[in-house]
C-alpha cells in the first residue's frame, strides 16, 4: 500500500541537523570538501538540474556580500551544507547552463527536487527568514551577532540569547456523519476548498485551538480532537498540526473577514475534488499539502 504522507511537501529530510547546542568547533569552513549550499536570490531558490544542493564553485556565481553570513544547516550524506541569502539581482548569474531559478512553493507543487530535499529546503527557509527578520535585539535593540553556526544570535548589549522559532498551526478536518466541513478564503484559487486552519494562540492546547477555530470561523462547535498528521510548512516557519474532530452542529455561519464560503460535502464529492473531476469544478489543494492527505485520508475512512 502506497503511504498516504509520502507525498506531504516538506516532511521528509535528509538532513543530520545542527543545532544552538553544538560547539561552535561543531561548524566546519565554509569550503571544506563535499560542501552544498542552498542558495536564495530574493525570493527564489537557485536549482541546478534536480537539485537545489550547489557546490561552492555554483554558489560563487552569485558574488553577493549578504551571502557572507551563511548558516550552518549540518550534514546531508556526510557533507556539510549550509544556507545563503543574496539579492533578487543574483538570480541573473543563474540564468544560464544547467540553473533555473523556483520559488519554494512551486518547487514543493511541481515535484522539481527529491521529496528528501524538500526538507533541507524547508529548513534554509525558515532559517534565512528568521535571521532577516531578527537582526536587531527585541529586548533592548542592539543589533545582534551570528553565533552557532546561525541557530542563536546574541545581543552584546544585554547578553540576551535568540533562538529560531517555529509558530504552530492547527488544520483540521471536521466530520459530522459521512460528511465534511470545507472552506475556502478570499485569496484562495477560484473553486479550491480546504480544511478549516488557524494559529494556535498562547496559553492553549491543540484541541482547543481546533475548537476555537472551528467556531470562529463557522460557528460549528466540535469534540474528539484526534492528531493525525504535521508538516513544516516554511512560509515563513510554521508547522501544520494536522487534526480530525467530530462537528456538534451542522449550520454554519461564517465570517467573511476569515471565509468566503464554507460547505458540507459528502465523501463522494471531496473524491471528485481531489481528482478534479467535480461538476461544480471545485478542487482540493495539491498533494504535497496537508490538507489533501487529511481530505484523502476521510474518503478513504482513515479519518
Known amino acids: 500500500m502506497t503511504d498516504p504522507l509520502a507525498a506531504l511537501g516538506f516532511a521528509q529530510s535528509r538532513l543530520l541537523r545542527h543545532s544552538s547546542e553544538q560547539p561552535d568547533t561543531a561548524v566546519p569552513p565554509h569550503d571544506a570538501p563535499g560542501t552544498r549550499l542552498v542558495l ?25 556580500r549578504r551571502m557572507e553570513e551563511r548558516i550552518f544547516l549540518g550534514h546531508v550524506d556526510g557533507g556539510p551544507v549550509f544556507a545563503a541569502a543574496a539579492a533578487p ?21 511541481e515535484g522539481a527536487v527529491a521529496a528528501e530535499e524538500l526538507g533541507v529546503l524547508a529548513t534554509a527557509k525558515s532559517m534565512l527568514g528568521w535571521h532577516a527578520r531578527n537582526r536587531f535585539c527585541a529586548n533592548c535593540g542592539t543589533p545582534t551577532l551570528f553565533r552557532a553556526g546561525g541557530f542563536r544570535r546574541e ?8 533562538f529560531p522559532r517555529t509558530d504552530p498551526v492547527v488544520i483540521m478536518l471536521i466530520r459530522r456523519g459521512d460528511r ?8 484562495f ?14 496559553g492553549e492546547t491543540i484541541e482547543a485551538a481546533v475548537a476555537r477555530e472551528a467556531f470562529e470561523e463557522t460557528r460549528v462547535r466540535v469534540r474528539s480532537v484526534t ?11 510554521s508547522l501544520m498540526i494536522g487534526c480530525t474532530a467530530d462537528a456538534l452542529d451542522e449550520a454554519i455561519v461564517t465570517d467573511p473577514a476569515e471565509l468566503e ?8 464529492a471531496v473524491q471528485a475534488m481531489l481528482e478534479r473531476r467535480h461538476p461544480e469544478n471545485l478542487a482540493a489543494p495539491p498533494p504535497m499539502a496537508i490538507a489533501h492527505v ?4 476521510f474518503v478513504e475512512g482513515r479519518a
Not at 525570493?43 to 552569485?62: E, K
Not at 465534511?180 to 485569496?187: A, E, I, N, Q, Y
Not at 484559487?189 to 498562547?202: H, R, T
Not at 464560503?261 to 463522494?268: E, L, N, P
Open 40 to 64: 536564495m536570490a530574493g525570493d527564489a531558490i537557485v536549482l541546478r538540474g534536480s537539485s537545489a544542493l550547489l557546490t561552492v564553485a555554483d554558489g560563487a556565481r552569485a558574488e553577493d
Open 89 to 109: 539581482e543574483a538570480a541573473d548569474a543563474y540564468a544560464a547552463d544547467a540553473f533555473r531559478t523556483l520559488d519554494l512553493r512551486t518547487i514543493a507543487t
Open 155 to 162: 545581543c552584546p548589549a544585554c547578553a540576551a540569547h535568540h
Open 180 to 187: 465534511c466541513l470545507l472552506g475556502r478564503g478570499p485569496h
Open 189 to 202: 484559487k477560484a473553486g479550491m476548498y480546504s480544511c478549516l486552519a488557524g494559529f494556535l494562540e498562547p
Open 227 to 237: 492528531y493525525h498528521a504535521s508538516q513544516p510548512w516554511p512560509f515563513p516557519a
Open 261 to 268: 464560503d464554507a460547505r458540507w460535502f459528502d465523501r463522494a
Open 294 to 297: 487529511l481530505m484523502r485520508a
